[in-house]
């Protein structure tokens, strides 16, 4: 399904729009075994699962996959949430580095547990030219992934858990059973690395001014508020820097760095002070991806390629200034489309302006699995600094409102093309008429 708002750019154009100690193993000091890369790209469609294609999925469309999970696996039941959902710890290999994987603490932020469960099939694959790899994989690793952390508010499609907290602030006073867990996990694993899985907003543009959105979004989390750049927080970032260079060729500068102030409440920069190399994903938007199916892809090949940078030290040729060079990325860099030099009517007057709508959805019951998409006004004047999914040049076109352009109210207003014909009406933001 095509986004909302390309439908209504289709409508306006008729045409096309353009620190601490740890215990750990690190890899081997022989030359490292080379990615084999279009072996895994080729790979991936493979094992994607197919009983999760939307966002909105829940525990219980989870729970007979990991019961098909083969012999090479371990599940158990690590702890219960809140609301006594049971949290799940899945485990894989033999090796000795522990890496330990966490998705969904936040439960509206599932791209990650949909990549990890294509994972855990692409780990038991059969390929004869990926063999060696997934015996290297098996041979120097311990995978520990956490799946759905917060069960609770994916039950909901909310960020917080049951009790109203946010997961990702409950580090140091563990309040909730599901902090407490990923906490618990980290110290029996005394975990060499650490990936923390999430996602973003859509409208993150990577870098501003703004040309593309950020597909994706990095960071070696920072752990003490000088942002001090220790020897694991550079392993961290030198890790980084290497599965950036296998999503450039995907994601061509879609790829954003988050700021690194210290946040003293978070896990990402906790696990970093407590001696775990952490490695922060998260998923953002690119355009016709609104259930984030492609983000998806990229998560598991920058898993997978990460991971084979952890078991052969390939990681270590990265040089710290390549994670460095990754631009910033920026919260509201992008909108949804941005409609050039249209003519704006209002009280009998008539202002040439840009245009810019985005997305916001509303999850409806009584199950949370479905939504209802609004586009609402996001920004007005001159928007050329900024990227949208869709720009459209309306020179010469105008719109006729109902009401006002109030920032962040539904749009209601009616487009006429050049011809003055009528070509579309949103009403309350959504697509009434061609």
Same mark, same amino acid.
């Given at each position: 399904?095509?986004?909302?708002?390309?439908?209504?750019?289709?409508?306006?154009?008729?045409?096309?729009?353009?620190?601490?100690?740890?215990?750990?193993?690190?890899?081997?000091?022989?030359?490292?075994?080379?990615?084999?890369?279009?072996?895994?790209?080729?790979?991936?469609?493979?094992?994607?699962?197919?009983?999760?294609?939307?966002?909105?999925?829940?525990?219980?469309?989870?729970?007979?996959?990991?019961?098909?999970?083969?012999?090479?696996?371990?599940?158990?039941?690590?702890?219960?949430?809140?609301?006594?959902?049971?949290?799940?710890?899945?485990?894989?290999?033999?090796?000795?580095?522990?890496?330990?994987?966490?998705?969904?603490?936040?439960?509206?932020?599932?791209?990650?547990?949909?990549?990890?469960?294509?994972?855990?099939?692409?780990?038991?694959?059969?390929?004869?030219?990926?063999?060696?790899?997934?015996?290297?994989?098996?041979?120097?690793?311990?995978?520990?992934?956490?799946?759905?952390?917060?069960?609770?508010?994916?039950?909901?499609?909310?960020?917080?858990?049951?009790?109203?907290?946010?997961?990702?602030?409950?580090?140091?006073?563990?309040?909730?059973?599901?902090?407490?867990?990923?906490?618990?996990?980290?110290?029996?694993?005394?975990?060499?690395?650490?990936?923390?899985?999430?996602?973003?907003?859509?409208?993150?543009?990577?870098?501003?001014?703004?040309?593309?959105?950020?597909?994706?979004?990095?960071?070696?989390?920072?752990?003490?508020?000088?942002?001090?750049?220790?020897?694991?927080?550079?392993?961290?970032?030198?890790?980084?820097?290497?599965?950036?260079?296998?999503?450039?060729?995907?994601?061509?500068?879609?790829?954003?760095?988050?700021?690194?102030?210290?946040?003293?409440?978070?896990? %990402?920069?906790?696990?970093?002070?407590? !001696?775990?190399? $952490?490695?922060?994903? /998260? +998923?953002?938007? =690119? *355009?016709?991806?609104?259930?984030?199916?492609?983000?998806?892809?990229?998560?598991?090949? %920058?898993?997978?390629?990460?991971?084979? !940078?952890?078991? $052969?030290?390939?990681? /270590? +040729?990265?040089? =710290? *200034?390549?994670?460095?060079?990754?631009?910033?990325?920026?919260?509201?860099?992008?909108?949804?489309?941005?409609?050039?030099?249209?003519?704006?009517?209002?009280?009998?007057?008539?202002?040439?302006?840009?245009?810019?709508?985005?997305?916001?959805?509303?999850?409806?019951?009584?199950?949370?699995?479905?939504?209802?998409?609004?586009?609402?006004?996001?920004?007005?004047?001159?928007?050329?600094?900024?990227?949208?999914?869709?720009?459209?040049?309306?020179?010469?076109?105008?719109?006729?409102?109902?009401?006002?352009?109030?920032?962040?109210?539904?749009?209601?207003?009616?487009?006429?093309?050049?011809?003055?014909?009528?070509?579309?009406?949103?009403?309350?933001?959504?697509?009434?008429?061609?």
């Amino acid at each position: 399904m095509l986004r909302f708002l390309f439908l209504v750019c289709y409508a306006l154009s008729g045409l096309q729009c353009g620190a601490g100690s740890s215990s750990d193993t690190l890899a081997p000091a022989a030359a490292p075994d080379p990615f084999p890369e279009a072996a895994v790209r080729a790979s991936l469609d493979s094992y994607r699962t197919q009983t999760i294609t939307t966002r909105r999925f829940k525990q219980s469309d989870l729970e007979p996959l990991l019961r098909a999970l083969p012999e090479g696996f371990t599940v158990d039941t690590a702890g219960r949430s809140v609301e006594d959902r049971p949290l799940w710890r899945v485990s894989w290999g033999g090796g000795g580095t522990q890496v330990l994987l966490w998705s969904q603490m936040h439960g509206d932020e599932p791209t990650a547990t949909a990549a990890l469960f294509d994972l855990f099939n692409w780990l038991e694959g059969t390929e004869p030219e990926l063999d060696s790899l997934r015996t290297l994989l098996r041979e120097e690793l311990h995978l520990t992934f956490l799946p759905m952390l917060n069960p609770d508010g994916a039950a909901r499609y909310q960020r917080r858990n049951a009790l109203g907290i946010d997961l990702n602030r409950d580090a140091l006073h563990l309040t909730s059973p599901e902090a407490r867990l990923l906490k618990e996990e980290r110290d029996r694993l005394d975990a060499a690395w650490g990936f923390n899985l999430h996602d973003q907003g859509i409208y993150y543009s990577a870098g501003f001014p703004a040309e593309r959105g950020c597909a994706l979004s990095i960071l070696a989390p920072a752990y003490d508020w000088e942002k001090t750049m220790g020897p694991k927080r550079e392993d961290a970032a030198q890790l980084i820097a290497l599965m950036n260079h296998y999503w450039q060729d995907s994601l061509p500068a879609q790829v954003g760095r988050y700021n690194d102030d210290f946040e003293p409440r978070a896990f %990402g920069d906790n696990l970093q002070k407590w !001696g775990t190399r $952490t490695i922060l994903i /998260e +998923s953002g938007g =690119l *355009a016709s991806d609104p259930e984030k199916q492609r983000i998806r892809r990229q998560n598991l090949l %920058g898993i997978i390629a990460g991971l084979h !940078g952890i078991a $052969t030290g390939a990681y /270590e +040729s990265y040089p =710290l *200034a390549d994670y460095w060079q990754i631009p910033e990325n920026q919260s509201n860099g992008m909108h949804e489309v941005i409609l050039e030099n249209v003519a704006v009517e209002r009280d009998g007057q008539t202002y040439v302006m840009d245009v810019g709508l985005r997305i916001r959805e509303r999850t409806t019951g009584p199950d949370y699995r479905e939504f209802t998409p609004t586009a609402y006004v996001s920004d007005l004047g001159d928007l050329h600094t900024f990227g949208a999914f869709y720009r459209y040049d309306a020179a010469g076109q105008r719109m006729e409102l109902d009401g006002t352009l109030d920032i962040g109210a539904p749009a209601n207003f009616k487009f006429f093309g050049l011809d003055g014909a009528l070509l579309t009406t949103v009403i309350d933001g959504r697509l009434s008429k061609r």
